[in-house]
């Protein structure tokens, strides 16, 4: 895309002072070190070193430090020596294999907040985390820790249900389907979630069409305590907000430490109140969880640390080898959904996923057959009743209606070359063409999928159709889908192999 | 201390642009990403993102890049997603413990030299080589990529010797003694050294009191091959520049992976095209290496490396339980090593140290009795001879004398307030008062130990002198001296031990 160009008056998130080499070895620092600047007012920084960019004598100082010390250019101000952090020693702790104290790991959460620790120091964490791992224990005070950073809620009652869902799976938009059973049954349960991070649409990208996601935790509480449920968008909450600055390090060196992932996760149900949560695990090639066994390794440390919690949790381990239901994409999942609440029996992957986590919801509040009533509330028209309730309460219209959302104008339909069966839908080359038709940004753009694995196609038959809100990005997502060949249709027999290289 | 203050148009040597959150998912990058920016010319730059900071439909630009793409304020130019080198995959390979290639290798220390990694990644690649290590194979790899990245010097002839300390030791004078008698023999000898990073006084900030350390590789090999040696600084010859980016990254984390430290070692002596090496392991407490055991390891991974470099390695461990000699700081061991060229024979464990390093590289050249031999050269004069050859070829003044040499004319006497044996003499505290005096960058700055390890000391006698260029500095090296207890006294009997608390 093209940009304009402003000037960039950089002061950036590590506020840094250029000294010359002398003057750092008469304070003894080094690059990367820190420094305290004292003006009326002090504040500690790095340091970067130069013997050509700044004259002896002379310490350079961005418009942020400035302001923070109170002192303006032709100022004289003391720069001493400032340690680093003492949470750097438990870094090395954790280099070295060692077990982390409850302070320790406090103390590195602390100082990742306030933006103590550098980008190098937090990158270290995260990559000694990722090789050396915490034992639950750990992650139980890195879990209570990251929630302290942030809100905490408390509900006048217990128990609490959370629901979450570990994603990477394209058209997963069962989560106000389950909320809305769940609360019809008399179950509170205050679900927040997120918005796409590499994926083609959150939850709360979706939900967002049709009501408001950004709601505050005074809100959240009420709604909650009154219909039962929400659907809201916690990014709005500032629940365990460092979460959030780790992220932005460990996204550029690919890596999501155990440690960290199951932290991040809980976190934010510590910091809700849950009592009791229920979390999906998709799994299937394609999905962050490529087969059983991850997925039972993920199941035993969810409930090992929710033990260590006092959290009561359970896990679904469920099929995520295709995307669920047909929809991908804000507008398409969001009339998919409602259609369902409204009575649709249609596309059945989606109603028994959202049943089945509902059911076991029930069963966890104590609702005898919880699968079986969990379907009982969503015929009878209780949930949709409900859903229409917390919709209102979120600021959507009284009248809504899934025929309302209305895709985007631009479309393009992906058609079979050939005759067979469907072999394989690959959820990542989904989810690239539905970002390249612009989704999430763009609530009209995402793909409806014809047909799902192992059903009949014949040549010329659609496979895929395509939305986009602007001609330029319909072809974008038609380029992207020629490329991808994102459905492999073969006859039923796949592939001939010989037993033996010269036959029988 | 009090500097003055100028604005700074901040441009980290990390150069970042700032885009707005929802162009950013427009664009398909996250936090820390990296984009091309493109104008006449195209840079590729890391992405900082704001939902406040910066408009929709605007690129905030540092001046550095502005440059670089021939843009400025105003113009549109293409900001498009730039994928993360290959080298981070093999960062992450590090990660979970696999054996690197070549190629990978090379790739990593290519993109640390091209800033195409981010203290991020850099971070993270350190931390992993701390954790998981690297086999004597992929350091070797690492060594030749590293030496590659710089200059690389050949001389017109062969063998072309080297002498290397892991330092560590306060007053470690010995390098232009060594190169003296080893030159004197007949044996070249281009000896590079480095400057004080933590010490108080490094080989070249001492050199440099009585002639020049910086001249080039035409220079460096001109008079090596002429005279035999030089001493000269290797700061200034771009000898593998990417040793000094990484230093900048492990600094702070406080960290030394083995493999990177022995890669920092080896290719500056692969760029100057050693072919034989003796390395000095000074050992003892409050050194690098504070046991026999691990300096044997130290000596074990050189000799295995000089194996796999096609150099020939020999180690000398030695004695560094306190400091060499009696002087530390510029001046003061410019004085002590030039008077024992001149014919003193004291300090002895100076004059000892040195004549056995230069012996054992006088034995790998195939002399008979090396540390015989190097003794006579230096009690000759002739070690004294080549030394002053090297001083004038290095723009020294031909009639220099130890004598020339004065330290600061503030000096203060720390004396015995009792008497005893001087018990231990504490390595880090006489560095850390050498350097409150303002070594090394004030010259005349630094101390004498009177008194070494063992001695008798009566009540009132001298123990140490401190000498500074300014009052100030003097006082404050006074205080690090009263501070810390440099030395310790004791009578014969340290400690009266009970062999059971109840006696016997």
Known sequence: MRLEVRYYDVDSSEPTVLL??????????????????????????????????????????????????????????SVTYSQKPDSVRSIRRKMDREKLEKEEIEAIVEDILENRLSKIEISAWLTALQINGMDIEEIAHFTKAMANTGTIIKFDREPVFDFHSLGGIPGNKITPIVVSIVAAAGIMIPKLSSRAISSAC???????????????????????????????????????????????IEHPLGINPRAQMLASIMSKKV????????????????????????????????????????????????????????????VLEARECISILEGSKHPASVVEKACECAGIILDMAGIPEGAVRAREILESGAAYEKFMQIVVAQGGRPDLKS???????????????????????????IVAI???????????????????????????EKLLTIYAESEAKLKRARETAMKYHPMDVEGMLIKRVSSSPRGI
């Not at 970067?48 to 100082?61: A, H, N, P």
């Not at 219909?227 to 968008?233: C, H, L, N, T, Y």
Request: include cysteine.
């Open 434 to 460: 539905a970002k390249a038709a612009g989704a999430p940004n763009d609530k009209g753009a995402g793909l409806i999928i014809h047909l799902k694995k192992g059903q009949r196609v014949e040549a010329g």
């Open 271 to 330: 910091a809700v109140g849950a009592t009791h949560l229920l979390v999906d695990i998709p799994t299937g090639s394609g999905t962050k969880v490529p087969t059983l066994e991850v997925a039972r390794n993920y199941a035993r440390d969810l409930m090992d640390l929710g033990e260590k919690l006092d959290m009561h949790v359970e896990c679904a381990i469920t099929y995520a080898d295709q995307p669920v239901g047909n929809a991908v994409g804000p």
């Open 202 to 248: 959150g939850t709360s990208d979706f939900v967002e069409t049709f009501c408001d996601v950004l709601i505050d935790a005074d809100r959240l509480k009420r709604v909650s305590e009154e219909i039962g449920g929400v659907f809201a968008w916690g990014g709005g909450m500032n629940l365990a907000p460092v979460d959030d600055m780790v992220i932005n």
């Open 20 to 77: 010359h080499d002398d003057d750092c070895v008469e304070i003894g620092v080094q690059e990367n070190d820190r420094v305290s600047v004292s003006g009326p007012r002090s504040a500690i920084v790095l340091v970067s070193r130069s013997d050509t960019l700044v004259e002896k004598g002379v310490v350079m100082v961005p418009a942020s430090v400035m302001a923070k010390c109170g002192i303006a250019e032709g100022d004289t101000v």
């Open 403 to 429: 025929s309302d959302l209305v895709p985007g104008k631009y479309s393009f339909d992906l058609v079979s070359m050939k005759s067979g069966y469907i072999h394989a839908i690959h959820n990542k080359d």
